[in-house]
Structure formats: C-alpha cells, structure tokens
C-alpha cells in the first residue's frame, strides 16, 4: 500500500510536489497540470517536461497521478460544453505524458434530466477519446458521489460505463467519500466485504487503479461530495481499519484529498498506516 496526497507543483517544476511529499511523509501524489478552474489547457514545452520527468524520477516517488480540471464533463448535454471538455481532456492526456504522469482522473460526469442512456454514450465517447491521445497513461474513471445526472456513482453504473468504452486500459478510481455519500457502508466492518463483492460480480476488482482516501462530513447516503480528514468524519475508525484489511487494497496508492494542512495531512497517513498495520 502506498499513501500520498494531493499536492502543489509550484512553479510548475517537480520539485515542490516532492517537497510536499516529503512533508507529509508520502510515497505518491496526485497534481493538477494545467488551472484546475479554468480551461486553458497544460502549458508543457519540451525542455520544462524533460526537467520535470528527471526530477519526479530522482525522488525515487510513485506513482505520480494527475486530475483533470473540475471544469471537464465527459458527459455534458451542452454541445459546446462538451466539445471543450473533450479538447481539455485530450491537451491534459498529452500533458500527462509529456511530464511522464502513470494516471490521470477523470470524473464520471453528469447528463441532464431524464437522459441516463444518452449521457452514457457521450461520457463513453469522451472516454475512448481521451484514451486514444496515449497508451502510456491510464485513463482512470472517478465514481461520482450519487450527485443528481451522475453517469457513474455505483459500482454496477460504472460497469456499465467502461463496457461502453470498449477500452480495456481504462481503470477506475474509488473515492471512499464518493462511495459513502452514494449509499456504501464503508462505516461498517462488512461494508467494505460488499463492495469488494460488488466490484466482483461486476468485472472491476482488477481495474481499480487508485483510491481516494476521503473521510465523509455527511452520513451514508447523503449524495453530498464533503471531504473531511481521515478520523474526523463519519466514516469513522472503525470502517477505515476494515477498508485498509482487505487485501485488494494492499497493492493499490491511497491518495488523500483531505482539507487539511500539510501537518494534517502527514498525521492523516500516518494514521493509516497504524490502522492497516493493526
């Protein structure tokens, strides 16, 4: 299992996110390449990519994911939004590979009322088009938090969603916030049994290629994205000591997208480190 956290690059170089790293006590981290509010796409030239790929590389780090701008919906009604969705996922795919990132995050996206069959599709399109800018980064689909039009909160959606794609590199990204607001009982011992179960029965044990270890400000079920740090939500300890047991977690990066401080953040890995340890 390796931990890490979602950090700054300053300056646009390597080095502040390894030195965020090393603050928290990391192994991996998760970046933004391009303004994660805006939709100019990365910036990357030649020179500043090869400087950047030598020093992620130097810091003996991994794996280095990066998140796609808040503004992408692979799933938009929108036609222009949507076109401009595709175009940033494909710049930031480019990017990706430029700067030598292994994964990208994607979310599931949202359609309108009453299309769920039609939102699919064009999540599903946007998906094989990103996927196709490059093979050396895998694309990984984020379940959503049951949030109204999500294409993808339950396992089963996004089983529905990667059948669409047809692109087998194509993973999926948990969010054990996501998961929690959407209904799943990661807050008891056999919840964490019955997603894995769940993820099972629906073909996606073996395409899960990163978690985000979130804590929950809301209760189960209450379709209300709210990162909390790790302990302090309602999740709860005992939930995430069950979550850390299963052996499908041992072998993936656990990233924090908490809203604590670097401080904060150190004493929240460190705190699962204890608990999958116990």
């Not at 379709?223 to 939500?233: K, L, M, P, W």
């Not at 047991?245 to 924090?256: C, I, M, N």
Request: glycine share 10%; charged share 25%.
């Amino acid at each position: 299992m390796r931990l890490g956290a979602h950090v700054r690059r300053r300056a646009g170089g390597a080095l502040g996110a390894v030195e965020a790293c090393r603050e928290r006590g990391a192994d991996c981290a998760q970046i933004f390449v391009s303004n994660p509010r805006g939709w100019g796409p990365p910036a990357v030239d030649d020179e500043a990519a090869s400087a950047f790929r030598e020093e992620w590389r130097a810091s003996g780090l991994w794996p280095l994911v990066a998140h796609a701008p808040y503004l992408v919906n692979i799933a938009s009604p929108n036609e222009a939004f949507l076109a401009k969705s595709r175009t940033l996922a494909a710049a930031t795919m480019r990017a990706c590979n430029a700067l030598g990132v292994d994964m990208l995050v994607l979310h599931a996206g949202a359609g309108g009322p009453g299309e769920r069959s039609v939102a699919l599709e064009r999540a599903a399109t946007t998906l094989r088009i990103a996927a196709s800018e490059t093979s050396n980064v895998r694309l990984l689909v984020e379940l959503m938090a049951g949030t109204r039009g999500a294409v993808a909160s339950t396992v089963p959606e996004a089983g529905r969603l990667l059948e669409l794609a047809g692109v087998d590199s194509i993973g999926v990204c948990l969010d054990t916030c996501h998961l929690f607001a959407a209904g799943y009982a990661l807050d008891i011992a056999a919840g964490a049994a019955e997603l894995f179960d769940e993820l099972r029965a629906n073909k996606l044990a073996d395409r899960i290629g990163l978690i985000h270890a979130n804590d929950s400000m809301y209760e189960r079920g209450a379709r209300r994205d709210r990162h909390e740090n790790i302990g302090d939500g309602a999740i709860g300890t005992d939930g995430w000591r069950a979550f850390l047991a299963r052996p499908e977690v041992s072998s993936l990066p656990l990233v924090l997208e908490t809203p604590g401080d670097a401080e904060r953040q150190s004493r929240d890995i460190g705190f699962l480190r204890s608990l999958a340890a116990s």
